[in-house]
């Protein structure tokens, strides 16, 4: 079995085309998505018809659930008040300019997603498995092998962050592929990862570049604060260098 896992694709249509195209050439079985579908780019309906037509499962993330159920705030842990008015500005435009089969898609995503591999129980989710918004990192290694004994996984995808990684713990390994569409770890080309399972798993996290220039104008022109190209070109949190 073959995996192509993405997270965060944050309305990134260009991104989300550059890394689908690679996933396509590596000859995957099956994508999964660990959420954020929209948000902070102009293209939230495109992507969510793209991931229809591929037939990618996915899971809700904190910014999917506010804007299919209309929250003030997406509990995103901004730095700085600038930067929160930034991600306000965005949820509302978002919340503006979804359609009616977008808002329906995003309301009816699951929160965890589970499946058998060749090498036992397949977990994915965006942040924690109560909280969307909580924050976990290779760091917690208390609470990954927490949820992993709970649900008794081999594999646990987990997104939210924006940052990669890849960590095994006591037989399960656990994989952040890292952001499509607006990463933070200082790198702007779209992060995914592969996930090859046999009685073994093998993870590669992988990295493209896209359209960036394109997607930037895109925002700019639909409305969106212009302060968003920054972080896209920078794969930063923040327009502040």
Not at 93 to 117: A, C, G, I, M, P
Not at 148 to 155: E, F, I, Q
Not at 168 to 175: L, R, Y
Request: glycine letters at 10%; a negative charge; one cysteine or more.
């Amino acid at each position: 079995m073959k995996l192509g896992i993405i997270s965060d694709v944050h309305s990134n249509y260009e991104a989300l085309k550059a890394v689908l195209r690679e996933l396509n050439r590596e000859g995957v079985n099956r994508i999964i998505n660990a959420g954020d579908n929209v948000g902070y780019s102009a293209f939230p309906n495109e992507c969510i018809e793209l991931f229809k037509a591929e037939g990618i499962e996915g899971v809700m993330g904190n910014y999917d659930e506010a804007v299919a159920f209309s929250k003030p705030v997406c509990g995103c842990g901004y730095k700085g008040e600038e930067v929160a008015h930034i991600g306000h500005l965005s949820l509302v435009w978002t919340q503006e300019n979804v359609n009616d089969e977008t808002r329906e898609y995003l309301s009816e995503l699951s929160k965890h997603l589970e499946f058998e591999s060749p090498a036992g129980k397949v977990l994915a989710m965006h942040g924690g498995l109560e909280d969307l918004t909580q924050w976990i990192t290779e760091k917690n290694e208390d609470l990954l092998k927490e949820i992993a004994l709970k649900k008794g996984a081999r594999l646990v995808v987990l997104g939210h962050t924006h940052k990669p990684f890849v960590k095994e713990i006591d037989g399960t390994m656990f994989v952040n592929p890292g952001a499509v569409g607006r990463p933070f770890d200082g790198d702007p080309r779209a992060s995914f990862a592969i996930v090859e399972i046999s009685d073994t798993i093998h993870v590669r996290i992988r990295r493209v570049e896209y359209a960036v220039e394109k997607n930037i104008q895109a925002l700019i022109n639909a409305g969106l604060p212009a302060e968003i190209g920054a972080m896209l070109r920078n794969g930063s949190s923040s327009h502040i260098a």
